[in-house]
């Protein structure tokens, strides 16, 4: 990996394309510190001590603390990811939108990047009035602290508008990230809010070993355990199933055509961490209604659905399983796939073409995908329980979870995979130059 940016350093084009992304990071890192106005920033960060092992935590961690500083880039870019995902689901249950997505070409990519923004709007509307709600009332606390500080009619037009802007303007930066920059902007900002978070999260490990020598095997043990996982998602993530492909040999003129044997690719993780991120958005509906209903608040729904219970455990697992299973189908078509191989002369060996051959492919879909699908259950759940039967370890500075972990890996090798791609293009392009 530092061999590939040491030799892409030295390109100037893609220098370039590295500094304007450490540009527009830098700018969004500063962003950060940037509190909106009308807000006590001591209380809510008085407030946010006790919600590491709740929804609130998961979104703090996400957008790099941003969350309970109250920064314009609190919000970070939760929004757009959340309408992407919703387009997506869109697209495939609404005719008009899927026939836009395959046959409208690049203007109907544009459209459908157009209706992604306007619904990031609306989304970013609903969550900056959803956090003004909590600055106010609090999240599951018994006693209710305004940490907003009085003012005009206008203290909560301006700190809506400023939350919902912070988030417009941050898909904005993991635009210009994607078009001059290198690898997907969304994700770079992602990776960057996660692993700002580092810093603090070691120092605060080291402290609590320091105060609490007694029990340095536990943290030595947690460390170890994120080694471990790190390896383990490397490992899955560059992991496929190749279905072996024979072409027959044409004979189209004087020249013969096929002939070549090559082999069909199926992803262990097809849908990388997609079912996890929407999982975790349903789990946690009900906590978030109860949130904004005090009478609620110390209910049986917010006692057995906090990210430590065992019923929300359940079922974010379930809701995992049943999202990879659902993405990997819209990913790949078996029929489709068949269809496409005999068109081309295409067979695998030991399968008759056409329908024998869609079945064999969706049976060796779902055998890769249940495997993806528990691996991602174990990986997103195995944080939770630690959390559940060490509440002294949970609170000890180690808050990335198992999704932010594969989320840091996944873009990290994904970026390096496309400067590696675009060093060949260049290699290639001055040789025939």
Do not use: C
Request: aromatic content about 10%; glycine content about 8%.
């Amino acid at each position: 990996m530092l061999n590939t940016l040491r030799n892409a350093w030295k390109i100037e084009e893609l220098r370039r394309k590295l500094l304007f992304m450490l540009f527009i990071v830098l700018i969004y890192r500063l962003g950060n510190a940037v509190t909106v106005p009308f807000i006590n920033s001591g209380l809510l960060e008085a407030y946010f001590v006790n919600q590491q092992n709740t929804i609130l935590g998961m979104l703090n961690t996400m957008s790099g603390s941003a969350l309970e500083r109250a920064s314009i880039f609190a919000l970070a870019i939760q929004p757009y990811i959340n309408a992407s995902i919703i387009i997506q689901l869109l697209t495939v249950a609404i005719p008009a939108l899927e026939r836009l997505s395959k046959e409208g070409g690049e203007d109907g990519k544009k459209k459908l990047e157009k209706i992604t923004r306007y619904t990031t709007i609306a989304i970013a509307l609903l969550q900056a009035f959803g956090y003004y709600q909590l600055l106010r009332f609090g999240m599951g606390s018994d006693t209710v602290v305004d940490m907003t500080i009085a003012g005009s009619f206008w203290t909560p037009v301006v700190i809506v508008g400023t939350f919902m802007a912070g988030s417009v303007l941050v898909m904005w930066f993991g635009e210009q990230i994607t078009e001059f920059g290198i690898g997907n902007g969304i994700s770079i900002i992602l990776f960057v809010s996660i692993v700002s978070r580092f810093p603090s999260s070691i120092g605060s490990l080291i402290t609590n070993s320091i105060a609490a020598p007694s029990k340095s095997w536990i943290y030595a043990l947690m460390l170890i355990g994120a080694l471990a996982i790190m390896v383990l998602i490397v490992i899955v993530q560059e992991s496929e199933r190749r279905i072996p492909i024979q072409y027959t040999k044409q004979t189209r003129g004087r020249r013969m055509y096929g002939g070549q044997s090559t082999h069909l690719p199926i992803k262990v993780n097809m849908s990388g961490v997609l079912p996890i991120i929407f999982a975790q958005s349903i789990a946690s509906v009900p906590a978030t209604i109860v949130a904004f209903v005090p009478k609620w608040q110390n209910g049986w729904v917010s006692k057995h659905f906090g990210t430590t219970s065992w019923v929300y455990m359940v079922v974010y697992f379930l809701l995992i399983v049943f999202f990879s299973y659902f993405y990997s189908t819209i990913q790949m078509n078996p029929i489709e796939v068949s269809n496409n191989l005999k068109k081309n002369g295409g067979m695998i060996p030991g399968i008759r073409p056409g329908r024998p051959t869609s079945d064999f492919i969706r049976r060796v879909l779902g055998k890769v995908t249940l495997f993806g699908s528990l691996y991602l259950g174990v990986i997103a759940i195995g944080p939770l329980l630690v959390s559940h039967f060490s509440p002294t370890a949970a609170s000890s500075g180690i808050q990335m979870g198992g999704t932010s972990i594969i989320i840091v890996i996944s873009v990290a090798l994904e970026t390096i995979k496309q400067l590696e791609a675009q060093m060949l293009m260049r290699h290639y392009k001055g040789f025939l130059e």
